[in-house]
């Protein structure tokens, strides 16, 4: 067990209510700076290598280009997830001259006509950072919306001057009734990994590693070679840290029986990992005997969903 990559998010607040949304927005026990500063630390201490900064929407946070700061200074590749509305020029130079590495712009799944024109508009205004090492990207929602259209939004994407999609599954979020009707059944799912083939020639696609199947695929297309090892790294080489500080394997499991508990009263990363918390994760949902991943496997909480 080694420390290689964490995501922390820096507040559950949000300037949006998406449908698909799995935060409970509020402003309670936020972590401060200087709390969020010696998190930081820590993982660094500990071997962390990446660090996705996400939220809620950490660009409500005005110490957001501090934090960056301190995490890039610390050696740390830092990554930052984002609505993007509150994305401009100044703000995405800041962004970059804090020492930020990739931005990844959420745009859902691309039925808000508003928000796309609001991300198409900003986008025209910074695309030239992605120049030099500064990648930006974008989150889509790959729910059955999305991918019966899949064609004419990767169009828009791409001629947009976007060059890194990465594509996340629906999960059970504040809105039942959208996940009822939009999470992809096992057809839905074959039907995304045949039309992404076209597309892999022109973007950079990339995936959670819920979609494992799909991982995969695009693995083998693109390297040429059957990659047969997808460990799934929750709770071995990842967690996620909530803006209160406490700890979980992986943001689609964050519930109280697989919490670490708070990061705030660790000395040593070893400790997270054999914590009854992420050994309970193992037992339940990472067991030696499971042929696929925890969500592939995972029936306790996501009945409906297709992983
Ligand atoms: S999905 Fe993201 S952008 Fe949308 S409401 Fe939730 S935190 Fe905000
Ligand atoms: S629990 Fe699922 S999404 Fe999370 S790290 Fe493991 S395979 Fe990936």
Not at 16 to 27: H, M, S, V
Not at 70 to 82: D, E, F, G, V, W
Not at 90 to 99: D, W, Y
Not at 138 to 160: D, E
Request: proline residues 3%.
């Amino acid at each position: 067990m080694k420390l290689r990559c964490a995501t922390m998010k820096v507040t559950s607040r949000c300037n949006l209510r998406c449908e698909f949304c799995y935060e409970k927005q509020d402003n309670r026990k936020e972590l401060s700076k200087d709390q969020i500063k010696h998190i930081i630390k820590f993982l660094k201490d500990n071997g962390c290598r990446t660090l996705m900064i996400s939220g809620g929407e950490p660009l409500l946070r005005k110490d957001i280009y501090e934090i960056i700061e301190y995490a890039s200074s610390n050696k740390i590749k830092t990554k930052l997830a984002t609505n993007g509305t509150l994305l401009n020029c100044s703000v995405a130079n800041r962004l970059k001259e804090s020492g930020l590495d990739d931005i990844y712009i959420s745009v859902g799944d691309m039925q808000d006509s508003d928000r796309l024109n609001n991300f198409y508009q900003t986008l025209k205004s910074y695309i030239h950072l992605s120049d030099s090492d500064f990648k930006i990207g974008v989150n889509v929602i790959t729910s059955k919306t999305f991918i019966n259209n899949i064609n004419q939004h990767f169009n828009k994407i791409i001629n947009a001057g976007i060059k890194t999609i990465f594509l996340i599954p629906p999960k059970p979020g504040n809105n039942v009734n959208w996940y009822r009707k939009e999470c992809i059944s096992s057809l839905y799912y074959i039907k995304l990994c045949k039309n992404i083939l076209d597309w892999l020639d022109l973007i950079e696609i990339s995936t959670d590693c819920a979609f494992w199947f799909l991982k995969k695929e695009i693995d083998i297309i693109k390297h040429d070679k059957l990659m047969d090892n997808y460990n799934c790294p929750a709770a071995d080489s990842s967690f996620v840290i909530n803006k209160e500080g406490l700890i979980y394997p992986c943001a689609y499991f964050e519930l109280e029986n697989y919490c670490a508990g708070n990061i705030l009263n660790y000395n040593n990363v070893l400790s997270i990992f054999d914590s009854p918390g992420f050994q309970n994760f193992k037992i339940v949902c990472k067991s030696a005997e499971s042929l696929f991943t925890p969500c592939i496997s995972c029936k306790e909480d996501y009945e409906s969903c297709i992983m």
